[in-house]
């Protein structure tokens, strides 16, 4: 597992606990305020609790989004990274750039890279 790919699951996991949280939160506030009959104090605690539930979903979304969003890009073969979701490059032969496996024709100098 390269560092890119170590970030990502770190990342997600994040995301993961916080959404759990934030559940938990939001049945909390939800019960508060259930069980608040007209007690200020229950009602605003409730509603504090949904509103950090609501605030935890949105960053859990955003955590868990951003890690599978990343796209590994700066990967390369010598690094092992053969993951899947990620691009693999290799070095044009000519002038040395890393351009995607796929790319047969260098974007810099346009040698021919086919084997
Ligand atoms: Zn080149």
Redesign the pocket.
Known sequence: MNLIEKRKSQLKNLGIILLVISALALVGGILMLALAKGSAGLIIGGIVLLVAAVAGVVVGVIFTWTSSAVQATQGSIAEGNLGKGTVNMHK?S??G?EIPEERTI?E??E?NLKP
């Open positions: 044009c000519n002038c750039v260098c810099k100098c040698e």
